[in-house]
């Protein structure tokens, strides 16, 4: 599968300017469950600014409503 970097890094939400990542949302994806955690996308733009991926804060952001 061919990686469609430069369209997924216009929808990517990531604040963390020195991350290899970003548009790669295969490698993203799998450091972040790898460290138990979500990749910015999954988060609305003042929550992804907190860097705070955790499972727990993202069940908080869905129980406020905000996700």
């Given at each position: 599968?061919?990686?469609?970097?430069?369209?997924n890094?216009?929808?990517?939400?990531?604040?963390?300017?020195?991350?290899?990542?970003?548009?790669?949302?295969?490698?993203?994806?799998?450091?972040?469950?790898?460290?138990?955690?979500?990749?910015?996308?999954?988060?609305?733009?003042?929550?992804?600014?907190?860097?705070?991926?955790?499972?727990?804060?993202?069940?908080?952001?869905?129980?406020?409503?905000w996700?």
């Amino acid at each position: 599968m061919e990686c469609k970097q430069t369209v997924n890094i216009e929808n990517c939400n990531c604040s963390y300017e020195p991350c290899s990542r970003k548009g790669i949302c295969c490698d993203c994806l799998r450091y972040h469950l790898k460290n138990r955690q979500l990749p910015g996308c999954c988060f609305p733009n003042d929550a992804e600014k907190t860097f705070d991926r955790s499972f727990t804060h993202f069940a908080r952001l869905v129980q406020e409503n905000w996700v």
